[in-house]
């Protein structure tokens, strides 16, 4: 029996972006015939400094960080909070004497390639372009995570995202931003 794959998509609120990712993977998977995976989405919520809140910070430790040990894989929805899991998880590895557990989070643009803004007290075409920008970029998510997948079927999933969820190239364009360098362990 296949063990389930847990993929966590990671925003600042939780309210936007990564519960509409949520449900955008969990329609591709239907849609593809995956199973065994469950598929969640949180957030970070971290203060004007870019620091996790130190609540959220420590109940996490309290909690054993346990989705960044046992999931899959963790997106973030910008490099910045990628940066912040990935020190959060590296931290948790060396304490539990699991250092050399691989790497399990993202930031969207490391797989699709343009962070997601977020949309946030914006108007409601802000938060359709965000949506277009996440389906957009599932067909990546998709190849990434599922690499199994035939090229043949990772195709034609990516042609049909794009008939179904079309992304201007101009609109990409203003998403795509020079990648930064991955954070490296401290």
């Known amino acids: 029996m296949m063990e389930e794959k847990k993929i966590i ?3 600042t609120g939780n309210t936007c972006r990564s519960p509409m990712a949520e449900a955008v993977l969990r329609s ?6 995956i199973g065994d995976v469950s598929v969640f989405s949180a ?24 989705m960044l040990i046992n999931a899959y894989a963790v997106i973030c929805m910008t490099d910045s909070q990628r940066d912040i899991l990935m020190d959060m998880r590296w931290n948790l590895l060396r304490r539990t004497g699991l250092s050399e557990i691989e790497n399990n989070v993202y930031s ?15 108007d409601k075409e802000c938060y359709r372009l965000t949506y277009t920008k996440i389906a957009g970029g599932m067909a990546a998510i998709i190849a990434k995570l599922f690499p199994e997948l035939s ?36």
Not at 108 to 122: K, L, Q, T, V
Not at 160 to 176: F, G, S, Y
């Open 108 to 122: 969207f643009s490391d797989i699709a390639g343009y962070e997601i803004p977020d949309p946030f007290g914006r």
């Open 28 to 33: 591709e998977l239907k849609r593809l015939n």
């Open 9 to 11: 998509f990671v925003c």
């Open 43 to 66: 957030g970070l919520e971290p203060s004007k400094n870019g620091n996790i809140n130190p609540h959220s910070a420590a109940v996490l430790s309290e909690n054993g960080l346990s």
């Open 151 to 186: 090229a043949e079927e990772s195709a034609q999933a990516a042609e049909k995202e794009k008939q179904e969820n079309p992304v201007r190239e101009k609109e990409r364009e203003a998403t795509v931003k020079p990648r930064k360098p991955r954070a490296k362990p401290r």
